[in-house]
């Protein structure tokens, strides 16, 4: 097999990035917006020595779960990359994903339960991250990054986002170029406009943060008064400060320009208070559906004391709350703390108490202070969990274990240090969080 060589092939299995998978002179093609099933003619564009990658020449014939793509952008932009196939091809994949990752690096046996689906399979996304760019006649427009790149393509409707979210960011686009405000331009370091960043309440309100080169922008004032004459949902309006040279989208400064500068929204019915840097689960529908997931294997009972490691705003450990005899969060961001703390607060729990460190230096912390806990969850960024983490946890040798996880390869690494500390797998569900892309949750239930 050569570069620049096209060859026949059947796709049989989607990987884990969204690539079709098929097999050549005995090496794996990975071929993007293929689905299984499907014979095409496919152009070689890397040979590896095991593996090698394609980009479909000509579908010879369609597999029986490709669908027509209903976006204008997909394939040019970075976000879909599942939109070519049905949404119960999608679940179907995604259940093989988690599945795979188990099987391959956790070392188990054992069949995931069906992928759950999202609520919602569109306009499902409660925050927008849009980065700006302009064109020849100095229109600013809102987009996304094409793939591997800082090129941005424009979508004037995303089908993953709420409208409003898109008419937010259609009007205040057209207010930039009105005023003649300047895109950010990366390689020059100059220009002003960097993203829009959008959040949106379950109740419709919505959060405005325009993220700048600079700590004022022109005509600041007159711009947020149309805004929100125009736009009456928007509760609260910030500039966020970056004028660094990174991918990082939120600098360290933020100024409010209406508004408190937070938009108050409830998940599982936990009040949330959200500022532009907060973590927040992107799908509301999809979050309360993974929680009541994560609740449903853990069991919380009254004599439990549930330890939520990684506790965010406290939302996984608040939804369990009325059910546990205790309830301790630990976070290593401090506005989330305070966050959580506020919450309980609000519900009149006070079984609950949350402090902010390191989850491995907490649990370890607990561990030696003779805390027992009978229930953990464990929700790791996705580079999963520390190994002072998992240490501590073996220590305080609870009887269950819920992991939620938004990588199944860490999660599964997890969970066979678990394993040989002594603990079974049980239950392994993957949820559907983000229909249309390559991400996928899952849920794992651990008993000593």
Do not use: W
């Amino acid at each position: 097999m050569t570069k620049n060589e096209i060859i026949e092939l059947e796709i049989t299995a989607l990987s884990s990035d969204g690539n079709g998978v098929g097999r050549a002179d005995g090496m794996a093609v990975f071929v993007p917006f293929t689905a299984p099933g499907d014979r095409a003619l496919v152009k070689i564009v890397k040979v590896q020595k095991s593996f090698a990658f394609g980009i479909l020449h000509q579908l010879l014939s369609p597999g029986p779960g490709r669908a027509e793509p209903d976006c204008p952008v997909f394939g040019r932009c970075g976000g879909c990359a599942l939109r070519h196939i049905s949404y119960p091809a999608e679940l179907a994949a995604k259940t093989a994903f988690v599945e795979d990752a188990f099987r391959r690096i956790g070392g188990f046996s054992f069949s995931a339960a069906p992928c759950l689906p999202s609520p919602q399979e569109e306009r499902y996304r409660n925050k927008a991250q849009y980065p700006l760019g302009a064109d020849a006649q100095g229109r600013i427009f809102a987009g996304f990054f094409a793939p591997r790149s800082h090129r941005v393509i424009p979508c004037a409707d995303c089908r993953l986002q709420p409208q409003a979210l898109g008419e937010t960011a259609a009007f205040l686009c057209a207010l930039f170029t009105e005023y003649a405000i300047p895109v950010y331009d990366e390689l020059q370091r100059t220009g002003l406009l960097r993203h829009l960043y959008l959040r949106r309440a379950r109740d419709g309100g919505i959060l405005v943060c325009i993220v700048a080169n600079g700590r004022r922008l022109p005509h600041e004032k007159e711009l947020v008064q149309r805004l929100t004459r125009r736009l009456p949902e928007i509760r609260t309006v910030a500039l966020n400060v970056n004028t660094k040279n990174t991918n990082v989208i939120l600098g360290p400064q933020t100024r409010v320009l209406f508004g408190s500068g937070v938009l108050e929204d409830v998940l599982c019915g936990v009040p949330v208070t959200l500022s532009p840097a907060s973590f927040y689960q992107v799908n509301t529908l999809g979050a309360e559906q993974l929680y009541e997931e994560a609740k449903q294997l853990a069991a919380p009972g009254p004599g439990d004391l549930l330890l939520d490691l990684y506790c965010g705003t406290g939302t996984i450990g608040l939804s369990m709350v009325r059910e546990v005899g205790q309830l301790v969060g630990v976070e290593v961001v401090p506005a989330a703390v305070e966050s959580a703390k506020l919450a309980a607060q609000k519900m009149g729990a006070d079984n609950a108490r949350f402090f902010c460190a390191d989850a491995g230096e907490a649990a370890a912390r607990l561990a030696a202070e003779g805390l027992r806990p009978t229930l953990v969850v464990l929700d790791p960024p996705r580079r999963g969990c520390d190994a002072k983490t998992l240490e501590a946890v073996l220590a305080m040798a609870p009887g269950r274990i819920v992991m939620v996880s938004c990588n199944a390869a860490t999660a599964a690494r997890d969970a066979k240090i678990l394993a040989a500390g002594g603990y079974c797998l049980r239950a392994l569900r993957p949820v559907d969080m983000f229909p249309r892309t390559k991400h996928v949750e899952c849920v794992a239930l651990l008993e000593k």
